[in-house]
DNA sequence: ATGGTCGTTGGACGA
């Protein structure tokens, strides 16, 4: 199973990057951030045509987030119980995933979780506070839903930089917004919970990054962070064979500024 | 050089 997340920052200008990349990738699911549109603007039509199924939870103007894969969503929530939020930024989702061609007939439950985390503007502000209580409430909510399905992915634009080795230049982002101690204890808190981190299962090259901003050259100088992950339940982590970040369709002509990350489960 | 870049929108705001 090939689970991938990517915020693609619009999906109406970001399509055609979205339909180049699965043909290469086929992933099985695709966990799309910043969609940007409303439901009855949503492409399925195209998205079907290149295979996939897909459900969303799309907004005017801001966040959006949308689950294309290769088989059916069954139980699907938008919304995480006592987090009254207006703002589409949570798609959860079931998910029957064969098990290996060795078995054909065995299949496995997964429950995939993706979220579009707040970005919080600046440590202080208004939005930083929202940021922190929405953490608050997923950390509360997924320690009900790790009981409930063994096999559990939390995926998504997390907007946190889990380690200064995550930031192109630690001091300078030391306590800012995305890097601030207490965004990392929330993000340590999904690893309490049994989340692991899958891109750091794997010996990974120095300066891997997932976001670069538009300005200051940022991608040609490689000024970058990671701050989209793949988080994994034990028994997923125990079938995780790699996990890597496709930085190809950032360099494509009007980019998103979020790349693909990708991660490989032998189920 | 007191900006810088996108996307959505039709002037700011969010990232």
Excluded at 61 to 86: F, Q
Excluded at 174 to 195: I, N, T, Y
Excluded at 239 to 252: H, Y
Aim: aromatic fraction near 10%; glycine fraction near 4%; include cysteine.
């Amino acid at each position: 199973m090939k689970i991938v997340t990517w915020n693609v920052n619009s999906l109406r200008v970001r399509l055609p990057h979205v339909l180049d990349w699965l043909k290469t990738e086929q992933p099985d699911i695709l966990a799309l951030q910043e969609i940007k549109m409303e439901d009855k603007d949503f492409p399925v039509e195209d998205i079907e045509a290149a295979g996939y199924s897909v459900i969303y939870s799309g907004q005017k103007t801001y966040n959006g987030v949308a689950i294309l894969s290769r088989g059916v969503c069954g139980d699907v929530i938008a919304d995480i119980p006592g987090l009254d939020d207006h703002q589409r930024r949570v798609l959860c989702a079931t998910l029957d995933v064969a098990s290996g061609a060795a078995s054909p007939a065995m299949h496995t439950q997964v429950r995939v979780m993706n979220v579009y985390i707040p970005n919080g503007e600046a440590v202080g502000s208004d939005k930083y506070r929202y940021k922190l209580d929405w953490l608050e409430k997923l950390v509360i909510y997924l320690e009900e839903q790790r009981a409930i399905y063994p096999y559990l992915i939390l995926l998504g634009d997390f907007n946190i930089a889990p380690e200064a080795c995550d930031v192109h230049d630690p001091m300078l982002w030391d306590g800012r917004v995305l890097c601030s101690a207490p965004e990392r204890k929330m993000f340590e808190r999904f690893v309490d919970l049994g989340l692991c981190d899958t891109f750091r299962l794997f010996e990974q090259a120095p300066n891997q990054f997932s976001w670069w901003d538009y300005r200051m050259a940022a991608f040609r100088r490689d000024l970058g962070l990671r701050i989209d992950h793949i988080l994994a339940s034990p028994a997923l982590c125990a079938a995780c064979v790699s996990s890597r970040i496709d930085k190809i369709p950032r360099a494509w002509e009007r980019p998103s500024d979020h790349a693909p990350v990708v991660a490989v489960f032998d189920l």
